[in-house]
């Protein structure tokens, strides 16, 4: 018996190989479905089952593919109607994989659908959970992101304390927890940074599956301080649920190379949006007018889904030379399948081809020192999340989350020359290139973001006394 844990940091996802006697498993793939296919191949196994925990909203899951090219069975637990072939399984039931079993337990409450599957051994001795979002590694699924239900979240919270106490702490202390995300998932709140665990530890340190925890405290606990799901959450969950384009069309799509003049034709011909994958510090200097700046090296994906409100926006890619395929795959991981073409030679090209750059005014943290201490009333924005504002800012400073910058655009002040400083300098950027295009010229972005400017002689404050 082989499982492996298949985990890209970029989402905090898990997915899962097992494999025994030559046949295999995948659960909750990522949408590029080679290399598990390449995985089987080399093992000369059979891909048999894509095990599929949830309709998933965080990203869109690689199910219809796989199973399109291995002839493997879709399988998804109880009450779930897929839009496509697949198979619902019972509660309890066990499906044969070589010499192992695999049970899967009905877990409600993250959505209704949500089910845990249970590995028992070549001996039947129960082995290891993929639990999906019912259980994390220090948390448990966010119970408001379930498809089209007229449940309420407290309602959902109240399956999954059931599901719980029910089918997964009964599981003897030795189980293996293999979670469906880790740390920096929205799925979740307060995930650990490891991946794998036993099921015993969990037991102590999950504040979630405490003993002694009545079902009230239990739905309070996992309800407070949840912030709203990012928007594209519910289209990808509807992409998972209903079907989606084939990856193979969405790539051959996206990876149409332009040279400079038809790259600016098929931005004003389709309306499209200019995404700018390459390096904040390098962004600045010069881009595209009215290009975005979400830089691939950095928590790409979620913040596309987070900003980019349509789905369906035509994108038109500038990247660094021979990074196009992997643009092109992690927007597609997200449900943004419409790419239509990326920027031959890259930025360069542009150049170039003496076409109109612009750029955004970037200093360092002692520069920004000295504007801060002779001109105390600037204006500053912090684009951080308020967690981390109320743990420490400066004073007089602003917060307004890049999260939410779509939704706060009219309490940024034009007539003003605007200091934006994330944690580090990713988001900033990103925050200025919006701004930018809608029309914000003066603005200023500090580079090194607050982790800089925390090590200058500015004032910083804390309020965390709000979060206790």
Known sequence: MIVEQLYTGCLAHGAYYIESNGEA????PLREVTPYIEMA???????????????????????????????????????????????????????PLGNVKIRVLHTPGHTMESSTFLLLDENGK???I????????GDVGRPDLAVKTDLTKEQLASYLYDSLRNKIMTLPDDVIVYPGHGAGSACGKNMMKETVDTLGNQKIINYALRKDMTREEFIEAVLEGQTPPPAYFPKNAMMNKLGYDSIDEVMRRGLQALDPEAFEMAANEY??????????????????????NIAIDGNFAPWVGALIP??????????DPGREEEVVTRLARVGYDYAIGY?????????????????????????????YLEHKDIEVVDVRRPSEY???????AENLPLDYINENMSKFKKDKTIYLHCAGGYRSVIAASILKARGYDNLVNIEGGFSAISKTSIKTTSELNKYA
Do not use: M
């Open 343 to 371: 920027l031959k030679g890259g930025f360069e090209a542009w150049k170039n081809a003496g076409k109109q750059i612009d750029v955004i005014h970037s200093i360092s943290a002692d520069v920004f020192e000295r504007h």
């Open 41 to 95: 191949e080399k093992r000369g196994a059979k891909i048999k089952y894509v095990l599929e925990t949830h309709f998933h909203a965080d990203f869109v899951s690689g199910h219809i593919d796989l199973a399109k090219r291995t002839g493997a069975k879709i399988v998804y637990g109880p009450t779930a109607q897929p839009n496509f072939e697949a198979y619902v399984a019972k509660d309890n039931e066990e499906l």
């Open 130 to 137: 993929f639990t999906g979002d019912t259980l994390f590694l």
């Open 271 to 292: 309306n499209a949006l200019v995404l700018d994958t390459r390096d904040p510090n390098v962004f600045v200097k010069a881009f595209i007018p009215n290009s975005i």
């Open 25 to 28: 498993a995948i659960i909750d």
């Open 126 to 128: 129960e082995y290891a």
């Open 310 to 319: 349509d789905i369906k926006q035509p994108i038109l890619i500038v990247a």
């Open 390 to 396: 109320a743990a420490s800012h400066i004073e007089g």
